[in-house]
């Protein structure tokens, strides 16, 4: 957490505001650039990190939010070089002060660029849910209003 907060600090110093201006609820344009900044900094520093963690390090946030900025900042980056430029003296300043080495673009790889049998499945999504257990079976249920029809899953008892 301790780097996070100094790049919190870092970005403030540059826009020249208070780091609770970054972390807080304000939506004036400095902020949100600032706010945005560190997400894209927090990113390109850390890429594992997760974006519930980054939410919850930049003012209690949602991982919705951190997405839709990281969508934002890619945008706000093409379309004002100074942004751009002064995005990325800070992220030279900030990996020379902690130490962090440059990323090889080559090695980093992110799930959609792997072959399709090398990514990691979900457990919920191995087991077709749709299909009924061996001791169920569907059976027709009569429904409130006619004409519609409803289907229940009956459990089966077997007699030995």
């Known amino acids: ?21 970054i972390t807080g609820r304000s939506r004036e344009r400095e902020s949100v650039y600032a706010r945005y900044g560190v997400i894209w900094l927090l990113r390109q520093l850390y890429p594992s990190i997760s974006v519930t963690r980054l939410g919850r390090a930049i003012g209690g946030r949602d991982h919705t939010t951190i997405m839709y900025a990281e969508k934002r900042v890619l945008v706000m980056r093409e379309e004002e070089d100074w942004y751009a430029a002064t995005l990325d003296g800070l992220l030279a300043s900030l990996r020379d002060e902690l130490g962090i080495p440059e990323r090889d673009e080559n090695l980093a790889h992110t799930n959609e660029e792997r072959p399709q049998e090398e990514r990691p499945q979900a ?27 409803r289907v229940r899953f009956v459990r089966r008892v077997h007699a030995a």
């Open 1 to 21: 957490m301790l780097e996070i907060d100094v790049v919190i600090e870092r970005t403030a110093e540059h826009f020249k505001m208070y780091p609770k201006e």
């Open 123 to 149: 457990a919920h999504r191995r087991r077709n849910k749709a299909a009924p257990r061996c001791n169920e079976a569907a059976a027709p249920a009569r429904s409130a209003s006619p004409g519609t029809l």
